[in-house]
């Protein structure tokens, strides 16, 4: 036996990272079990039946899309979106702080753009009635969802840059260590 106490579980959260971030989290995990739920029940109706629900596709094509979008909206709030490492682990901490901000910005201002765009396409779908080619139910069901996920992301972004911002340049090269400490650990 080890005389020595057994360290609490680490969490991987910062404490720079944003508390609602557990909405993120949550909608993960339901989407995910719903993709889940949605597959098995279809395999199994199709093994027993050599048919399969006609709506499980256009369902499960829609909670994707909705899963890439949650999930990058938390990527995004946690500062773990694609970017290219050469260039931002490079050079002064004021470089890198400025890189982070400018990318911060960028994405904030493609989600914003996409959100405007979207909007248009929602309307137009209300506007015409449009149904889904599978279920039939109305098209601007799903589309909704596109502009107010990219408001999320908008947010997500903008925190983050308001984060980085505040931040002095120490504090910046502080927490890149302490996230690249948390990445090797098991």
């Known amino acids: 036996m080890d005389s020595h106490p057994t ?45 399969s629900f006609a709506w499980t596709e256009e369902i499960s094509v829609f909670l994707m899309i909705a899963l890439a979008l949650v999930a990058g909206s938390a990527a995004v709030a946690r500062d773990r ?24 910005l960028l994405v904030a201002l493609l989600f914003a753009v996409i959100a405007c765009l979207s909007v248009r396409v929602v309307w137009d779908d209300f506007r015409f009635e449009e149904t889904s080619p599978g279920i039939g139910v109305p098209q601007w069901w799903y589309s909704i969802w596109l502009p107010l996920l990219s408001l999320l992301i908008t947010a997500r972004a903008l ?22 400490e948390g990445k090797q650990q098991p």
Request: net charge negative.
């Open 81 to 104: 979106h694609i970017r290219i490492e050469f260039f931002c682990e490079s050079g002064s901490a004021l470089r890198r702080r400025r890189l982070a901000q400018l990318g911060a």
């Open 159 to 180: 925190g983050l840059l308001v984060r980085r911002t505040r931040q002095a340049d120490f504090e910046y090269l502080v927490d890149e260590a302490d996230a690249d």
């Open 7 to 51: 360290p609490p579980p680490t969490t991987a959260t910062s404490p720079q990272e944003p508390r609602s971030l557990r909405i993120e989290d949550w909608l993960t995990v339901l989407i995910m079990a719903a993709l889940a739920l949605i597959t098995f029940a279809n395999v199994i109706v199709r093994y027993f039946t050599d048919s």
